[in-house]
């Protein structure tokens, strides 16, 4: 099972910039999926963006389109989400997650449990 680490998260104000990274350890896969999830207060968790590891596939959310870039360093083993024009509304927890049973896109729709999560990282936008 991979471990994740999310960093990068902080307080910004409406319009600012923040870039999310997370590093996996652990066993080496080859074909897996891995995606960034947010949680607000009082909210259930919701899909952000995916990407399919190796051949780089992205999906995003329809919310973060044109305003987040989701991204990987294979050579680094580690995944990024570069968050762009922020809104209060994209206040939340963001997780990291991993999974080698679904695609990048099955990523944003599927219910079931995926293999492995991150801690989470906090972003909180004001106005």
């Known amino acids: 099972q991979m471990q994740l680490t999310e960093s990068g998260g902080g307080s910004v104000q409406a319009g600012d910039s923040l870039k999310l990274s997370c590093i996996k350890s652990g066993p080496t896969f080859y074909n897996f999926a891995m995606g960034w999830f947010c949680q607000a207060p009082g909210k259930q968790r919701e899909f952000v963006a995916s990407?399919?590891?190796?051949?780089?596939?992205?999906y995003y959310a329809e919310s973060v389109k044109g305003r987040f870039t989701i991204s990987r360093d294979k050579a680094r083993n580690t995944m990024y989400l570069q968050m762009s024009n922020l809104r209060p509304e994209d206040t939340a927890v963001y997780y990291c997650?991993?999974?080698?049973?679904?695609?990048?896109?099955?990523?944003?729709?599927?219910?079931?449990?995926?293999?492995?999560w991150g801690q989470g990282t906090q972003v909180t936008v004001s106005s």
């Open positions: 997650a991993a999974d080698l049973h679904h695609t990048a896109q099955e990523l944003g729709t599927t219910t079931q449990p995926l293999s492995s």
């Open positions: 990407i399919a590891w190796n051949p780089g596939y992205t």
